[in-house]
């Protein structure tokens, strides 16, 4: 098994069994043959990288993947919304949301 370097990196391509989506199984998968680990051992490197992103997101902290982009959490203010069907006048109440703002390299990458 070879390990390839981050730069070149490409993650398992989607196909239709995933619904066109790569999820934590693939991301272990991509990280076991990347790196020569086994799959538990990729999980049990994946899993607490995703819990320190969403527990920083909890903290109100930003998260920026280098590369990638900065994960962020906003407040969204109350309003006035209209309930579908009905068009019923709703109070939506004030709550938090998760932003994402893409890195210009990834950006970038994906744009050719």
């Not at 070149?8 to 619904?19: D, E, H, L, R, Y």
Request: aromatic fraction near 0%; proline fraction near 4%.
């Amino acid at each position: 098994m070879t390990k390839k370097s981050p730069k070149n990196a490409v993650a398992a391509a989607p196909n239709a069994s995933t619904g066109g989506k790569i999820g934590k199984a693939q991301l272990v998968e991509t990280v076991a043959e990347m790196t020569g680990l086994s799959k538990k051992q990729s999980d049990a490197a994946v899993e607490p990288m995703l819990e320190s992103v969403i527990g920083g997101l909890r903290a109100g902290q930003n998260v920026t993947l280098l590369g990638l982009g900065t994960l962020s959490v906003k407040a969204t203010a109350a309003r006035t919304g209209v309930k579908p069907g009905t068009s019923e006048k709703i109070q939506i109440p004030a709550g938090k949301k998760v932003s994402y703002k893409v890195a210009s390299t990834l950006k970038g990458s994906v744009n050719g």
